[in-house]
């Protein structure tokens, strides 16, 4: 994958892992959360869906070459929020605030900033003053 492709993917990743963990502040709390514990509400398919979009995101970063470890890592945090998400209620909550796409995000970057700092500062760059919003 060219650097430009590499780009493209890791601020897919940014936007995905926002949308479904902290793109809805709650009014007067300052507290985020994202479309991830609301889908989470619909009963079945919700955790299902939520997953789909969390193993997505773990199936993009897996294109970086993350080491062994660190997917492990990012799917141990998307298995105990499905497991935790299927109580209801209390699942949703655990969602809300858990948020393993953010977790995943962040090993993302971290893995990046030492194997690739140049490609993260460029993607940093453009995606703050992009989205800095979200």
């Known amino acids: 994958m060219d650097a430009a492709k590499r780009l493209a993917t ?15 502040r709650i009014p007067l709390t300052g507290f985020r959360i994202g479309i991830d514990p609301i889908i989470g509400l619909v009963p ?8 789909a979009f969390s193993a997505y995101i ?5 294109r970086f070459g993350i080491s062994r470890q660190d997917l492990t890592k990012m799917i141990f945090n998307v298995g ?16 809300a605030f858990y948020k393993s796409n953010i977790r995943n995000l962040a090993i993302l970057e971290q893995h990046l900033t030492v194997v690739e700092p ?16 979200v």
């Open 10 to 24: 890791l601020n897919r990743i940014r936007k995905l892992s926002r949308l479904m963990d902290t793109s809805i």
């Open 44 to 51: 079945g398919a919700g955790d299902l869906i939520s997953t």
């Open 58 to 62: 773990i199936f993009l970063a897996a």
């Open 80 to 95: 105990l929020e499905a497991v935790v998400g299927t109580v209801p209620f209390v699942g949703d909550l655990f969602d």
């Open 118 to 133: 140049e490609l993260k500062e460029v993607s940093d760059e453009l995606y703050s003053g992009k989205f800095s919003q």
